[in-house]
């Protein structure tokens, strides 16, 4: 069960939610992680001595992705604390809801493409070179089903998370001669904090259920079986895909 022993991966977004849950499989596998959150909230603290409990070396940061000497720092934050890093999982997103869209604002949009797709890109230009050496790396980011099937109220989100796979498939081609794999996930609805407020309201819970065949919300820990495999080398042929993890939401 230790097929990534030794690996250093970071995850961003690894606080809490979907990303905290694919720390807890790699750390399983044997990854080394560093776990990031936007803040240094007492949850991010509790995840670094969870993580910690399954015997691997963990490191923490904490940053805002849309800057970028942020990300320069959770970069070589990460390569100081534990090497260079052969699993990136761009997990972390900006989600700006406008109920009607015109009142979405440029400001809006730019600060949702920063923190959701150019952070994936440089983070991308600062990791491959090492992996490249290596001849093994994998570059996870996690989309959404909104990135194929159109919600109103969340446009600059929605168009994020294309414009983030159609990266994947832009880098999936440059560096497959290298042994780097890319892909990505698009979850439907999961049980985490960003859905709180929405499944605990009754009506909106069912409108929501309503739209998904498997009628229920996935748990993080479903979509993080998903991330670890693809991470490990049982994927060793799997590059540029795309995988919805929705109950069938985007059917
Ligand atoms: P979450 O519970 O809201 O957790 C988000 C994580 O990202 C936290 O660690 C948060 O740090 C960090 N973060 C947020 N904005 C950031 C920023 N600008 N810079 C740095 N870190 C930031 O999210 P989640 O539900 O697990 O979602 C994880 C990923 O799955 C996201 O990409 C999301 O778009 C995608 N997704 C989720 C769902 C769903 O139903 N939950 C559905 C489709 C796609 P703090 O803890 O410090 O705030």
Redesign the pocket.
Known sequence: MNSLKDKVALI????????KAIAIELAKQGANIMI????E?S??LETVDEIKSYGVKVGYI?????KKKCMEKIYTETVNQLGDIDIFVA?????IEAPNWLDSTQDEFIDQML??VWSTIYFSKMIIPKMKEKKWGRILT?????QEKPHYEMIPYAVS?SAQMNFVKNLAKIVAKDNILVNNIA????D????KERMANKMSLNELLSGIPLGRAAM?EEVAKLAAFLCSDNASYITGSNFFIDGGASL
Not at 91 to 95: F, L, R, Y
Not at 187 to 190: E, R, T, V
Request: glycine share 16%; proline share 5%.
């Open positions: 961003t977004g690894s606080s809490r939610g979907i990303g990031h959150g936007f803040n909230s949850t991010f904490s940053g805002d992705l849309s997990n972390a997103s900006m989600q923190a959701n996690i989309g959404s089903v909104q998370k979850p439907g609805l999961i985490t904090d960003r859905n993080p």
